[in-house]
């Protein structure tokens, strides 16, 4: 079994100076959006789903076909894997990269392949940009394009009190890949709330959060921002959303996390109208991740994580 937490969004999306995207996925190790998938015996290769309303699996098939193609894995391929997802699609969770990673650390571990992080990362954005999941445990500055990714240090402790703003609406990514070259005019600015997401100094990484959700705000609006910006200012929290998403949420320091203030928000949300849900990043004990470590070694993150797999349960197969 392979499992695979969601994300909410991401701390920040923007654009080297080469005009080049960036991603800092928040990576959750909540249960709530999780991706499990395992490798079973079958009569032929398959990749199957057990809750996508479509059914879709296109996009896991085709990374899994790579993989056994760059690895050299003759036919008679005789496996199956089966995905179960609890993050819907189209809607900034990351559920599509989800689902291509857990269904190919499904699929080298019932072939007992030794595989990287990087190898299976590099599959995906060949398939399509995609998210960084393997590592919930660091914060990571990634390419979704090029697969280029470096891990700038432990994941922030957060409390994210989050919300569909559009329940009814769905985001395709490909649909606004333009909004890359749109970043370009920014990109000084984000060079800046690079360096403060990499800084290890929360007060700075929170402004970049919410910087990054305001300039998003001017190239894929939200229609309630406004007001969750007033609340977030109220609360005395960072506003994260998914950049080319329909999910928000309030970013609250895990140290600062207290009961009381996550019901109030939580109260407020729903007298909006909305589903509030409660998630968590990082954990208090993240410092014993070094900054600007170089990632190495095999991918056994998302799978060998006891503390995660734990958080995660039930385990369905």
Same mark, same amino acid.
């Given at each position: 079994m392979t499992v695979?937490? &969601? +994300?909410? &969004?991401?701390?920040?999306? &923007?654009?080297?100076?080469? !005009?080049?995207?960036?991603? /800092? *996925?928040?990576?959750?190790? *909540?249960?709530?959006?999780?991706?499990?998938?395992?490798?079973?015996?079958?009569?032929?290769?398959?990749?199957?789903?057990?809750?996508?309303?479509? !059914?879709?699996?296109? +996009?896991?098939? =085709? @990374?899994?076909?790579?993989? $056994?193609?760059?690895?050299?894995?003759? =036919?008679?391929?005789?496996?199956?894997? =089966?995905?179960?997802? *609890? #993050?819907?699609? #189209? +809607?900034?969770?990351? @559920?599509?990269?989800?689902?291509? #990673?857990? !269904?190919?650390? @499904? @699929?080298?571990? /019932? $072939? *007992?392949?030794?595989?990287t992080d990087a190898e299976l990362f590099s599959i995906m954005c060949t398939v399509e940009r995609s998210d960084f999941l393997f590592r919930p445990d660091a914060l990571v500055c990634a390419n979704p394009l090029s697969a280029e990714f470096s891990i700038q240090g432990p994941a922030p402790w957060l409390w994210l009190v989050g919300w569909d703003s559009e329940p009814e609406r769905r985001i395709v990514t490909e649909a606004v890949a333009h909004l890359d070259n749109r970043r370009r005019r920014y990109a000084p600015e984000y060079t800046d709330l690079a360096s403060y997401c990499d800084s290890g100094e929360i007060d700075a990484f929170l402004y970049a959060v919410t910087r990054s959700a305001e300039i998003n705000q001017e190239l894929l609006p939200k229609p309630c921002f406004s007001w969750a910006r007033k609340i977030a200012d109220q609360f005395g929290a960072a506003l994260l959303v998914a950049h080319t998403g329909t999910f928000m949420a309030f970013a609250i320091p895990g140290d600062g996390g207290d009961a009381e203030r996550h019901a109030r928000l939580q109260s407020l949300l729903t007298g909006k109208g909305f589903h509030p849900i409660v998630l968590q990043t990082g954990s208090p004990s993240a410092d014993a991740l070094p900054g600007n470590a170089v990632p190495v070694g095999r991918a056994s993150s998302a799978i060998d994580n006891v503390a995660l797999s734990d958080s995660l349960r039930p385990v369905l197969w």
């Amino acid at each position: 079994m392979t499992v695979i937490p &969601g +994300k909410l &969004g991401e701390f920040l999306q &923007g654009v080297n100076p080469d !005009g080049s995207p960036i991603l /800092y *996925s928040a990576t959750t190790i *909540s249960s709530t959006f999780t991706t499990r998938a395992i490798g079973l015996s079958a009569s032929s290769f398959c990749v199957s789903t057990e809750n996508r309303p479509d !059914g879709n699996t296109t +996009k896991t098939e =085709r @990374a899994i076909q790579i993989l $056994l193609t760059r690895r050299h894995v003759n =036919r008679p391929r005789n496996f199956e894997v =089966r995905l179960q997802s *609890s #993050a819907p699609s #189209a +809607k900034g969770l990351g @559920a599509s990269s989800a689902d291509m #990673a857990a !269904g190919l650390l @499904a @699929a080298t571990r /019932y $072939l *007992s392949l030794d595989v990287t992080d990087a190898e299976l990362f590099s599959i995906m954005c060949t398939v399509e940009r995609s998210d960084f999941l393997f590592r919930p445990d660091a914060l990571v500055c990634a390419n979704p394009l090029s697969a280029e990714f470096s891990i700038q240090g432990p994941a922030p402790w957060l409390w994210l009190v989050g919300w569909d703003s559009e329940p009814e609406r769905r985001i395709v990514t490909e649909a606004v890949a333009h909004l890359d070259n749109r970043r370009r005019r920014y990109a000084p600015e984000y060079t800046d709330l690079a360096s403060y997401c990499d800084s290890g100094e929360i007060d700075a990484f929170l402004y970049a959060v919410t910087r990054s959700a305001e300039i998003n705000q001017e190239l894929l609006p939200k229609p309630c921002f406004s007001w969750a910006r007033k609340i977030a200012d109220q609360f005395g929290a960072a506003l994260l959303v998914a950049h080319t998403g329909t999910f928000m949420a309030f970013a609250i320091p895990g140290d600062g996390g207290d009961a009381e203030r996550h019901a109030r928000l939580q109260s407020l949300l729903t007298g909006k109208g909305f589903h509030p849900i409660v998630l968590q990043t990082g954990s208090p004990s993240a410092d014993a991740l070094p900054g600007n470590a170089v990632p190495v070694g095999r991918a056994s993150s998302a799978i060998d994580n006891v503390a995660l797999s734990d958080s995660l349960r039930p385990v369905l197969w």
